[in-house]
Structure formats: structure tokens, C-alpha cells
């Protein structure tokens, strides 16, 4: 979706609500803010909503959220932003917040492209913050990564038919892309440093039966060491042993899944209560240590707290309720469902 204006515009833009992540929980935000009448701009240093699901797993199915007993990633990501497109947000893409300052009116926030933003009240739904892969090290990897023949994420899986796959790596992301391109491809070999895998215990099943089927080979207990090609095109991934034996697999694509590099970035600076790298809220309101900024989602912390979705879907209902008291004190609010209210006409 593109901004809704151009991003040099001054003075600063004014708006109710201003969400910081434009992850599956930050787009449930303009809709629920919406609902509740408040205008909202939504800020991602990504180039495109949708948050990790976007960014790492378009394809993966997802199997948790309510009344779909799957939808992948990026349908889900596309039906939230349907379901926020009625109440016109204005999206501020592909430019970090660099900045949040007290006003005498609430808020002043700051992009890393110039752009400045007022804002009655803030809610941060930005997941877990600056993120990337985590790269192995090895040399020239730069060179194949620009090929596209190292890639960390699976933005479309039929791009990988009938190719040599190494999948690098033993959690879930790891197992779970093995399942899943494993019919697909010419080959497929799964590297990692110990025998036993970190996925869940059904999917390291069923890996194992795939490679005792013949489908998937197992390269255990290895680890990564150098990559050989020419022109950027890869054909062969080295991989030693934990003695120092040596073999190549041939292959067209690494998959290196060894997780992500996480980084509040200016979130840290933001003056908010953090335990572990993460905020600490009122589990009944979704309010941080600053008045007028909530948080919800994945980089949000109280007891019990569960890292799902629909966790953050919740936590969303409570911020923006208690978003909209904070800035109309004296107005009596009289609630309504969604089906008494209905949504905006086009």
C-alpha cells in the first residue's frame, strides 16, 4: 500500500492515534481505533505492511486464528488491511521512528525520512523491533546473497521448484520449509550442528520420515563452512563436521534459518519501563510507564503473557479503548458491538 501523501510535507501531520508497527497487530489497531473514532497513521521501517509475516513467511500457514482453520501470512496480512482500508489510515512506510517527544498536546514523533507527526496518543505494536537475519560467516557470502542465491526468507515457495535446496539450520523455520519444499524440489538437504532438531516434535517427525523415505537428506552433526560458485551462481555448499572432516553438496540456493537479530532501536530511548528488551504493560489497559503510549503484541510483557496473535488481537481491544478515555476524558462513551454499529460508508 503506498503513503497516503508525500512524505516532505510540512507543517507537521496531525492524528489521533499513531501506531508504530504495521504488523498483522499494529493494521488490527486501525480498525478497532476506527471503530472507536479515532483517526490513525501507521509507521514501519519496512517497505510494505505486514510485519515478519511479510518479511519471512508470505506462505507459511497459520492455523490459530479464529474462523480460519488455515490462512496463510500474507491472506491474513491482506484481509486485515481490507478490514482497515475503511477507516483510511494513513501509512508512513519504509522510514523507523527516530524520535517520540512529550508535546503540550500529546505527542511528536519523527520518521527517519523527515517526516514529523502529531499525535494525541501512541500505541507500539512493533513486534520485536528492528530485525534481521542472522548471517552465517562465511566468505563472499555478500556475492551470493545479491544473486539471490543465499536467501534468509521464503517470499514465494514455487520459486524454488526443481532447485537444489540447503536448508541451513534446526528450529522450526528450518524444519517447517523442509516439510514444505521438499515435494517441490530437485534436492533438498537439511545441515545442521546436532542431531536433535529445536522444531516441534511432530514436524521433526515427519522430517525424519521424509528422509528415511529418501526425500530429504540429513546432514547431522555439520555445520556450514564455505560456499563455492562462480559469477554469484551458486554450486556447491561445504559443510564440516564437528572434527573437521569436510563434503560439498551440490546446490543452486541456501536457506540459512538460524533465526533473527532483534534490536528495539529507538523504542529503547523511548523512556518506557523495559524487562528482558521488552515493554512492560497493564495487562488490563495495554499501558506503559508513559502516559498516552500503549503497547501490544510481541514486544509487550506482563504475567502470563502468550507471544500469539490473537493474544495481540486482544491486547489491541484493550489499548484502544483505554486510548480513546485517555484522550476524551469527559466524553461519555456508550459501547456497541460491531454488528449494532456497523462500518463507515464508502
Sequence with gaps: ??????????????????????????????????????????????????????????????????????????????????????????????????????????????????????????????????FGPNRPPLANLARFEASGAVQYLVKRRDDFANKRVVIAGGGDSAVDWALSLSPIARSLAVVHRRDKFRAAPESERRLRALAAEGHVELIVPYQLDALEGAGGKLKTVIVKSLDGKTRGIPADVLLPFYGLAQDLGPIAGFGLNLERNLIVVDPATSATSAKGVFAVGDIVTYPGKLKLILSGFAEVAQAAHAARAYLRPSEVFHFEYSTTRGLPKP
Design 1 to 130: 500500500m503506498a503513503n497516503s501523501r508525500a512524505d516532505n510535507q510540512s507543517p507537521p501531520r496531525k492524528t489521533d492515534i499513531a501506531i508504530i508497527g504495521a504488523g498483522p497487530v499494529g493494521l488490527f489497531c486501525v480498525f478497532e481505533c476506527g471503530m472507536l473514532d479515532m483517526r490513525c497513521a501507521v509507521l514501519d521501517a519496512l517497505d510494505a505492511p505486514g510485519g515478519q509475516c511479510i518479511a519471512l513467511y508470505p506462505e507459511k500457514p497459520i492455523y490459530d486464528i479464529p474462523g480460519y482453520p488455515e490462512i496463510s501470512a500474507g491472506d491474513l496480512v491482506e484481509k486485515l488491511l481490507a478490514q482497515a482500508r475503511p477507516f483510511q489510515p494513513a501509512f508512513h512506510l519504509g522510514q523507523p521512528v527516530t524520535s517520540l517527544a512529550r508535546t503540550a498536546t500529546g505527542f511528536r514523533l519523527a520518521t527517519a525520512k523527515g517526516v514529523t507527526l502529531d499525535a494525541g496518543a501512541v500505541i507500539i505494536a512493533a513486534g520485536v523491533g528492528a
